[in-house]
């Protein structure tokens, strides 16, 4: 954020509903090198405008080169083709104080100046020129050609002003305070790097950074902000639209020529958006763990820039920067910080901020949008932090003190670790009494001939109440009471004699359920089967399908998809439909649970029941091959169905 020279009395000033005078003023240079001055006589005081952005795509991202636009009306008889290529400066005057202390008054003025520009179009509609100009970041369009650059960040940039004529704002003890400051870089065509703005734009993503023209037209490079630079008020605006969430990082993947390399947080229950770096070029070259350890210095830097997205429309003033980050003390509600990521400044027209970031709740962010689960799964692999999503496959109802399973999954820890379990599960909930009813004593009250109140008491003197009678009863909605347990290898946790349960008290309806549970002291390489149940108290409980989303999130975890050494099958068995057997009439329930593990190349034999037909609905993670002896019965994936006479069936590896 620029700082004028009387910065306090600028504020007053600038935020004034009564605002004092203020102009803006400066010179076009033409490429003849004549000259003309602006002012309140050829510029319409609504007629400029300056914008400027340090990212794209609505996401905050490393490595932003982006022009800034200023665009002006003059009213001029000169030819609109020689403003081509004319340099613009301009700076913005207001006055914050008057001095009384001599003889005259003397007022007092700060000065904001907008940088240099450049000329690109103009066209006259009327009596006047409308110009659009561009900052000295256009000098950075200049091609590389064969040129190989080479170096740290500073002798990149010395190299890269030496070429340009784009005169630098810093120096080389100003760029220690930037990620990866001191690490060497290298910039080529072979790259896929065409220009100047593209070396400039791979420093700043292994600085993690963005460029810009500052307001002397210089090269300056900015990290963004992590702590307030200016606050804002309700009374400092005309309007302000805060976003309902945060955002933050909980990881950063960057990719160049030599892989992907990955840092993300050891908090394995944060939510946030993860930075995908995709083309980084100053991640081509190097060791392995030199590239690792520039990726974690920037996800260091990263970790800390937390804010919140915003819209503000307010009166204008120039000395915003992109990056700034401005605390907002709204009118209802918490303050929030909100980092800049565009503005345009109107002259007299007032000018809008915008703070832009990524939901992370969005997609049901706790496995992320499906680009980041990517990047994430990528992250996982260099901390090991693994999660298995699963929900449930077929709508499950439960009637009054009944119980039965909403979700299971199996998964097998690499090592000795602990997990985090995390759900929502909705529920449509059937109260079997509306309404309960509850009687109440109610004192008997009288007043004094005063008007104080007293209580009626008998002649022993105890308080008289009313009983029995309908202004006692209590009525209320009927509820149920709806109990989720879980179990881990059909073990309830912690122990089968003090299960955890979580409790719901609800009234009739739609609800969602939250829950998480710990899932502590896993053993490695051994199997993990974790199971839901539901229990309804005083109601019916249904969970439509697939509305059980839960995750399991934890350290060397790994998801068992194949098949387990467990095979579940529910279903009526009933007369053989292609007549095999030719036996009529025959319905029953059947319900199978092999729970013996067996290696890949192993077969097991089940004992079911002495039916000589049956058909099986579901069967599953089965891996495996059921034949039919008197025929074959093809299920999902290839399985078949085989029964033998005294009734079992044959499960063998495929």
Same mark, same amino acid.
């Given at each position: 954020?620029?700082?004028?020279?009387?910065?306090?009395?600028?504020?007053?000033?600038?935020?004034?509903?009564?605002?004092?005078?203020?102009? /803006?003023?400066?010179?076009?240079?033409?490429?003849?090198?004549?000259?003309?001055? &602006?002012?309140?006589?050829?510029? =319409?005081?609504?007629?400029?405008? &300056?914008?400027?952005?340090?990212?794209?795509?609505?996401?905050?991202?490393?490595?932003?080169?982006? %022009?800034?636009?200023?665009?002006?009306?003059?009213?001029?008889?000169?030819?609109?083709?020689?403003?081509?290529?004319?340099?613009?400066?301009?700076?913005?005057?207001?006055?914050?104080?008057?001095?009384?202390?001599?003889?005259? =008054?003397?007022?007092?003025?700060? $000065?904001?100046?907008?940088? +240099?520009?450049?000329?690109?179009?103009?066209?006259?509609?009327?009596?006047?020129?409308?110009?659009? +100009?561009?900052?000295?970041?256009?000098?950075?369009?200049?091609?590389?050609?064969?040129?190989?650059?080479?170096?740290?960040?500073?002798?990149? !940039?010395?190299?890269?002003?030496? #070429?340009?004529?784009?005169?630098?704002?810093?120096?080389?003890?100003? %760029?220690?305070?930037?990620?990866? @400051?001191?690490?060497?870089?290298?910039?080529?065509?072979?790259?896929?790097?065409?220009?100047?703005?593209?070396?400039?734009?791979? #420093?700043?993503?292994?600085?993690?950074?963005?460029?810009?023209?500052?307001?002397?037209?210089?090269?300056?490079?900015?990290?963004?902000? /992590?702590?307030?630079?200016?606050?804002?008020?309700?009374?400092?605006?005309?309007?302000?639209?805060?976003?309902?969430?945060?955002?933050?990082?909980?990881?950063?993947? /960057?990719?160049?020529?030599?892989?992907?390399?990955?840092?993300?947080?050891?908090?394995?229950?944060?939510?946030?958006?993860?930075?995908?770096?995709?083309?980084? =070029?100053?991640?081509?070259?190097?060791?392995?763990?030199?590239?690792?350890?520039?990726?974690?210095? !920037?996800?260091?830097?990263?970790?800390?820039?937390?804010?919140?997205?915003?819209?503000?429309?307010?009166?204008?003033?120039?000395?915003?920067?992109?990056?700034?980050?401005?605390?907002?003390?709204?009118?209802?509600?918490?303050? #929030?910080?909100?980092?800049?990521?565009? @503005?345009?400044?109107?002259?007299?027209?007032?000018?809008?901020?915008?703070?832009?970031?990524?939901?992370?709740?969005? $997609?049901?962010?706790? +496995?992320?949008?499906? $680009?980041? *689960?990517?990047? %994430?799964?990528?992250?996982?692999?260099?901390?090991?932090? *693994?999660?298995?999503?699963?929900?449930?496959?077929?709508?499950?109802?439960?009637?009054?003190?009944?119980?039965?399973?909403?979700?299971?999954?199996?998964?097998?820890?690499?090592?000795?670790?602990?997990?985090?379990?995390?759900?929502?599960?909705?529920?449509?909930?059937?109260?079997?009494?509306?309404?309960?009813?509850?009687?109440?004593? #109610? =004192?008997?009250?009288?007043?004094?001939?005063?008007?104080?109140?007293?209580?009626?008491?008998?002649?022993?003197?105890?308080? !008289?109440?009313?009983?029995?009678?309908?202004?006692?009863? @209590?009525?209320?909605?009927?509820?149920?009471?709806?109990?989720?347990?879980?179990?881990?290898?059909? /073990?309830?946790?912690?122990?089968?004699?003090?299960?955890?349960?979580?409790?719901?008290?609800?009234?009739?309806?739609?609800?969602?359920?939250?829950?998480?549970?710990?899932?502590?002291? %896993?053993?490695?390489?051994?199997?993990?089967?974790?199971?839901?149940?539901?229990?309804?108290?005083?109601?019916?409980?249904?969970?439509?399908?697939?509305?059980?989303?839960?995750?399991?999130?934890?350290?060397?975890?790994?998801?068992?998809?194949?098949?387990?050494?467990?095979?579940?099958?529910?279903?009526?068995?009933?007369?053989?439909?292609?007549?095999?057997?030719?036996?009529?009439?025959?319905?029953?329930?059947?319900?199978?649970?092999?729970?013996?593990? &067996?290696?890949?190349?192993?077969?097991?034999?089940?004992?079911?029941?002495?039916?000589?037909?049956?058909?099986?609905?579901?069967?599953? $993670?089965?891996?495996? *091959?059921?034949?039919?002896?008197?025929?074959?019965?093809?299920?999902?994936?290839?399985?078949?169905?085989?029964?033998?006479?005294?009734?079992?069936?044959?499960?063998?590896?495929?």
């Amino acid at each position: 954020m620029y700082r004028t020279e009387h910065w306090s009395k600028y504020q007053d000033a600038i935020r004034s509903s009564d605002r004092p005078f203020d102009t /803006v003023y400066g010179t076009v240079t033409f490429t003849d090198g004549t000259t003309m001055n &602006v002012d309140s006589s050829n510029l =319409p005081s609504n007629s400029i405008s &300056v914008s400027k952005e340090c990212i794209e795509n609505g996401e905050l991202m490393f490595g932003g080169v982006f %022009l800034g636009t200023l665009k002006l009306s003059l009213i001029t008889d000169k030819s609109r083709y020689a403003f081509y290529g004319a340099k613009v400066d301009l700076t913005y005057k207001i006055k914050v104080d008057t001095d009384t202390s001599g003889e005259t =008054p003397v007022d007092i003025y700060d $000065e904001v100046p907008f940088g +240099a520009y450049t000329v690109t179009s103009a066209d006259r509609p009327t009596d006047r020129v409308n110009i659009t +100009a561009y900052d000295n970041l256009k000098l950075l369009d200049k091609e590389i050609g064969d040129t190989y650059i080479t170096g740290t960040p500073w002798e990149v !940039l010395s190299y890269v002003s030496s #070429v340009t004529g784009f005169e630098l704002a810093f120096t080389e003890s100003d %760029l220690t305070s930037f990620p990866n @400051y001191n690490y060497p870089m290298q910039a080529s065509k072979e790259q896929n790097i065409q220009t100047y703005r593209g070396v400039v734009k791979i #420093v700043c993503q292994l600085m993690g950074c963005f460029a810009y023209a500052d307001r002397e037209g210089k090269l300056q490079l900015k990290n963004f902000s /992590v702590l307030p630079d200016t606050t804002l008020s309700f009374s400092d605006w005309y309007s302000c639209v805060p976003a309902d969430y945060q955002c933050n990082y909980i990881a950063i993947s /960057v990719t160049g020529m030599k892989g992907t390399y990955t840092r993300a947080t050891s908090d394995i229950t944060a939510i946030g958006n993860i930075m995908v770096i995709e083309d980084a =070029p100053a991640w081509d070259f190097g060791a392995d763990d030199d590239l690792q350890a520039r990726t974690d210095n !920037l996800y260091t830097y990263l970790s800390t820039i937390i804010y919140t997205p915003a819209d503000i429309s307010m009166p204008s003033d120039p000395t915003f920067d992109c990056g700034d980050m401005v605390h907002l003390i709204t009118r209802k509600g918490s303050p #929030v910080n909100m980092l800049i990521t565009s @503005y345009e400044w109107k002259f007299h027209q007032g000018m809008t901020l915008t703070s832009e970031g990524i939901n992370p709740f969005l $997609e049901g962010n706790t +496995a992320l949008a499906t $680009e980041s *689960q990517r990047i %994430l799964n990528q992250a996982i692999e260099k901390s090991r932090l *693994q999660f298995v999503s699963f929900t449930n496959t077929k709508a499950v109802e439960v009637g009054d003190s009944q119980t039965a399973k909403i979700g299971e999954v199996t998964f097998s820890p690499t090592t000795d670790t602990s997990a985090l379990f995390v759900a929502t599960v909705l529920v449509d909930v059937d109260v079997d009494d509306e309404q309960e009813t509850e009687e109440v004593e #109610v =004192p008997v009250k009288a007043y004094t001939a005063q008007g104080v109140e007293t209580v009626v008491t008998d002649l022993q003197g105890n308080p !008289l109440s009313l009983t029995g009678l309908a202004n006692n009863t @209590y009525i209320r909605d009927g509820k149920c009471d709806v109990s989720i347990y879980y179990t881990l290898n059909d /073990v309830k946790i912690p122990n089968n004699d003090t299960p955890y349960v979580a409790v719901e008290r609800l009234e009739s309806g739609r609800h969602v359920i939250t829950l998480t549970y710990p899932l502590i002291g %896993l053993t490695a390489y051994q199997t993990a089967d974790f199971e839901i149940f539901i229990t309804s108290n005083g109601g019916t409980v249904s969970v439509p399908v697939q509305t059980l989303q839960a995750t399991i999130l934890g350290q060397e975890i790994t998801p068992l998809n194949g098949f387990t050494g467990k095979i579940s099958a529910e279903d009526e068995i009933t007369l053989n439909p292609i007549g095999m057997l030719g036996l009529v009439n025959m319905i029953e329930t059947v319900t199978v649970d092999m729970t013996d593990a &067996v290696t890949k190349s192993a077969s097991d034999t089940l004992v079911l029941y002495n039916m000589p037909s049956i058909s099986v609905k579901t069967i599953q $993670e089965a891996n495996v *091959q059921i034949f039919m002896e008197t025929g074959r019965l093809l299920l999902e994936d290839g399985a078949y169905l085989l029964l033998e006479s005294g009734g079992k069936i044959i499960l063998e590896d495929r």
